[in-house]
């Protein structure tokens, strides 16, 4: 008898585990989709690269990201702020054909671009607009194409 009551306890502990675990994953999917950091990671990697996709040789892109900047500003120290912009926030990697773009120092979000093209790092930067206490309020990225 106490077998029988064994057997039928293992699958029953075995299912509501389960089921935590997944709770857990579909609250931690959620938080994570419904943050705003999320929604401008995405759309400026989308946006970044549909236009990549679509340039031609030999000229620029020039993407104004003025809400990007503020909203990785509220998620960085601001000691470390000004470098995180310029080094870290957007990323073009030409040899896995990928834009990362990051919002915060962990995470980020990555979106393919399908042409190859070779990228100027020299003249490739972010323009920043400071205000008269050296705060950023605005820039925008200007991407040299060889």
């Not at 870290?88 to 399908?114: A, C, H, N, Q």
């Amino acid at each position: 008898m106490k077998d029988k009551k064994a057997n039928m306890i293992y699958p029953i502990v075995l299912f509501i585990i389960l089921n935590i675990i997944f709770m857990s994953l579909m609250l931690i999917f959620i938080q994570r989709s419904s943050s705003e950091a999320f929604r401008y990671e995405e759309l400026y990697a989308k946006k970044i690269g549909l236009m990549l996709n679509r340039v031609e040789s030999e000229s620029y892109l020039e993407i104004n990201v003025t809400d990007l900047i503020k909203n990785s500003e509220k998620n960085i120290k601001n000691e470390d702020f000004l470098e995180f912009v310029q080094k870290e926030m957007i990323k073009i990697d030409t040899e896995r054909s990928l834009v990362e773009i990051k919002t915060k120092k962990e995470g980020g979000f990555s979106y393919p671009f399908f042409s190859k093209i070779e990228i100027d790092r020299n003249l490739t930067k972010i323009n920043l607009e400071l205000n008269k206490e050296n705060r950023i309020i605005g820039g925008k990225i200007i991407i040299w194409i060889k």
